[in-house]
């Protein structure tokens, strides 16, 4: 079977159109992830509790390039702060309350919380040379500086929630 361009151009077109309509299904932002407790049931004479969560997938974004300061002859955050965005995934926890005397119902107590946004950025640093910039009265020679560093603190923003309930 032989392709032709116009074969070629139209097995392309079909290609992005599927890769384009995929991509919204692709943007998890996290893994939905059980935690296997079935086994307690067995040791304890107890109904085991149920633990569903996810596992978040970070997203790392664009650091902020170092900046030229007149005056200085390094650019200040010569290692940039990386941020990185994500979401912390729902997670529900019940776990069936004990049957007390005169009771017919079976309750469970449940712990959940819905998904929440966290954003972060990684740790940056600046630093200050030793010497100045060359001085024309000086016959272009630099000065001598004090030389500093400086660490950019970790950041972590967000807000979680949970709501606590008897079923």
């Excluded at 097995?11 to 599927?18: E, G, K, N, R």
């Excluded at 007149?70 to 729902?90: I, W």
């Amino acid at each position: 079977m032989k392709m032709t361009a116009r074969g070629g151009l139209a097995a392309l077109m079909t290609c992005v159109a599927a890769a384009v309509a995929a991509a919204p299904a692709a943007a998890v932002e996290y893994v939905p992830a059980g935690v296997p407790l079935d086994g307690l049931e067995t040791v304890l004479p107890l109904n085991s509790p149920t633990v569903r969560s996810g596992v978040p997938l970070p997203v790392v974004g664009a650091p902020e390039g170092p900046r030229h300061v007149t005056g200085q002859l390094l650019p200040d955050r010569l290692l940039p702060r990386v941020p990185v965005t994500g979401e912390l995934a729902p997670t529900l926890i019940k776990a069936p309350l004990p049957d007390l005397p005169g009771q017919d119902a079976r309750r469970e107590a449940s712990l959940a919380t819905p998904v929440s946004e966290v954003a972060a950025s990684s740790p940056g640093a600046s630093l200050a040379a030793p010497v100045t910039e060359p001085r024309g009265n000086a016959l272009g020679l630099p000065d001598l500086a004090v030389p500093g560093a400086a660490l950019l603190t970790p950041e972590l923003r967000g807000a979680p929630v949970a709501g606590l309930g008897l079923l």
